[in-house]
């Protein structure tokens, strides 16, 4: 599983100007099964996406080809965690240690 941490490195109306092509690619990961929970940051300095996957380079890809990424208003900090406890709804991601 993976934290993907979105910073804004451009001022919040440049953000703003791109945001439904943020939301069409966030669309993208969700029907793809990849996103599982995503918002804004308080105060709004940028986002949150939950994301899951086994391979951290795809995970990489799929940041990188974010509309806010791929515009240069914003630096991902992509974080990997093995989710071995969650609640019962998300119990389908949990994952055991090596």
Known sequence: MFVLELTYTAPVE??????REHIAWLDEGYAAGVFIASGRKNPRDGGVILAVGEDRAAIERIAAADPFAEHGVCAYRITEFIATRTVPGLAPYEQQLP
């Open 14 to 19: 440049r953000v703003d100007a791109l945001m």
